[in-house]
């Protein structure tokens, strides 16, 4: 894989105030998490199927002897399940004292932003907001910061 180049935003990296985030996408969307919660960046290669798993969890993978759940974040949005290429990454994250991981269209950035510019989800009937922290203006696109403790507690699921 590649390197990913760092963004600049003008803002001092490093500060106490400042945090990174891995940047990616699903369709034309642009979401994130802490770089600290980043554990590997993995391409697809399938993920064993379960039963009885609700519809965004497309299996696991054994990772170097750790059984890691992968959630389709397409479906998890409720927009569909994810039409799988050999372009699509998994992400695997660190939550707590589980590992899961993420399929995503791509990896696109590393972001170092402030704190002071995350912003509340705005609430809405038809807004599904839960699954999201904040979300930031970088460089003139949104990006939605991903709570990943309602991702994986909200599923039941045990890894």
């Known amino acids: 894989m590649e390197a990913i180049e760092v963004s600049e935003n003008g803002h001092e990296p490093g500060g106490a105030n400042s945090i ?25 290669n399938g993920a064993t199927p379960l039963p009885n798993t609700r519809e965004y969890v497309r299996g696991v993978i054994n990772l170097r002897g750790t059984i890691v759940p992968i959630f389709d974040l397409r479906a998890r949005f409720g927009e569909g399940k994810t039409e799988v290429t050999k372009n699509h990454v998994v992400v695997v994250l660190s939550v707590g004292d589980k590992w899961i991981g993420i399929l995503v269209d791509a990896v696109s950035d590393i ?26 203006t970088h460089d003139n696109r949104m990006v939605g910061l991903i709570d990943l403790d309602t991702v994986v507690g909200s599923t039941g699921e045990e890894s």
């Open 111 to 136: 972001l170092t932003i402030q704190r002071d510019d995350i912003h509340n989800v705005p609430e809405g009937e038809n807004m599904d907001a839960e699954l999201l922290n904040g979300i930031i």
């Open 20 to 44: 990174q985030l891995i940047a990616f996408s699903i369709g034309e969307q642009v979401y994130g998490v802490e770089i600290t919660t980043v554990r590997e960046i993995r391409a697809w």
